[in-house]
């Protein structure tokens, strides 16, 4: 079983930043990939970016790129998203995951990130 706990959301002006966090645990962390996804009030959830195990190699969604940096700290089980130059449409609630497939029943709480313009 797996327990993935997000935080680090909060209410932030346009072109401010945040950084988020997840924390893993229940399982061995740095054995698989993870992600960040969001979803927006009436929308899908979507995906966001995501790292390799061993945090080598990134991979974002066209939306984000050149503005979000995905990282991880195996030692410490969890990822973090930095999130710079934050636009009103990044406005959601975030969540980890495994990735490229999330698995249904790693879903946590998710963090909500609200930017005004």
């Known amino acids: 079983q797996v327990q993935l706990v997000e935080s680090g959301g909060g209410l932030v002006q346009a072109g401010g930043s945040l950084r988020l966090s997840c924390t893993a645990s229940?399982?061995?962390?740095?054995?698989?990939?993870m992600g960040w996804f969001r979803q927006a009030p009436g929308k899908e959830r979507e995906f966001v970016a995501s790292?390799?195990?061993?945090?080598?190699?990134?991979f974002y969604a066209d939306s984000v790129k050149g503005r979000f940096t995905i990282s991880r700290d195996n030692a410490k089980s969890t990822i973090y998203l930095q999130m710079n130059d934050l636009k009103s449409e990044d406005t959601g609630v975030y969540y980890c995951?495994?990735?490229?497939?999330?698995?249904?029943?790693?879903w946590g709480q998710g963090t909500q990130v609200t930017v005004s313009s």
């Open positions: 995951n495994a990735a490229p497939e999330p698995v249904n029943d790693y």
């Open positions: 229940g399982r061995t962390f740095s054995s698989f990939p």
């Open positions: 790292i390799s195990w061993s945090g080598t190699s990134t």
